[in-house]
């Protein structure tokens, strides 16, 4: 009866191993803001803020955007989401802390998707210095460079954002091919090669794909086939204890 526990013990350990298991992926967020000109005292103007994800992974819940001031300005209260409880504020109207998957203006932020874009007012109140800032944070997003941007009052546009290196080296591959067809003066000759290449490139893309998906079931399959001779072997030992059992 031992012997059976140990092997069905067994057998669960090997299903277990056997069973796919995938790392979750990262989100990649950034920021970009313009800058607004000819501002002076007793104004009140109105900034863009973009969000984007370049992906692979959606925002989790706990991404944060947080917008600081300008130096000689406040934040419009209501302003950044536009009352829907998302956000805190400072006593001094100068720092606000938001949610960001559930401010009113943002949170349709989808990975690989367009740059949403929203609006928050800043009130002019004394001479304008340092410029501000925005910066989104969360775990989920591994690569910090492109979280933060400027926001600028007199000056001139933050630069755009680069997404991380997860996503930047698709662009870059697509960026050496262009250089052969380039490379290629007469017309007779690629007639011929092309038609030959072109199957042969469809052909063996797959087979690599497909090779790592049978290997995968291959595997899996004589491990659940090694599962199933020990759960037999198991019964087997459990009924002949049971036999000798009887006829003791």
């Not at 992906?55 to 989790?60: C, K, L, R, S």
Request: net charge negative.
């Amino acid at each position: 009866m031992r012997a059976a526990t140990v092997l069905l013990s067994a057998t669960v350990l090997v299903l277990g191993s056997a069973l796919p298991s995938s790392a979750a992926g990262k989100a990649d967020l950034a920021l970009r803001s313009y800058a607004v000109r000819e501002v002076k005292l007793g104004d009140t103007v109105t900034m863009k803020l973009g969000v984007i994800d370049f992906g692979p992974d959606a925002p989790a819940s706990t991404a944060r955007l947080i917008l600081q001031a300008p130096r000689g300005t406040r934040i419009v209260r209501g302003s950044v989401d536009h009352g829907g409880g998302a956000c805190e504020i400072n006593s001094t109207d100068t720092r606000v802390v938001c949610t960001l998957t559930r401010t009113q203006q943002w949170k349709d932020v989808q990975p690989g998707g367009p740059m949403v874009w929203g609006t928050f007012q800043l009130l002019v109140v004394g001479k304008i210095g340092s410029v501000g800032s925005a910066v989104v944070s969360c775990a989920c997003d591994p690569y910090t460079r492109n979280n933060r941007t400027a926001l600028v009052l007199n000056g001139n546009n933050p630069p755009a954002p680069k997404p991380g290196p997860q996503t930047s080296p698709t662009p870059s591959k697509s960026a050496e091919p262009s250089a052969s067809p380039s490379a290629e003066p007469t017309e007779p000759s690629p007639a011929v090669p092309t038609e030959a290449e072109v199957p042969a490139t469809d052909a063996s893309a797959p087979d690599e794909d497909g090779s790592g998906v049978d290997l995968l079931f291959v595997i899996g399959g004589l491990a659940v086939a090694v599962a199933l001779a020990g759960l037999g072997y198991a019964v087997y030992l459990w009924r002949n204890s049971d036999e000798e059992e009887d006829e003791g």
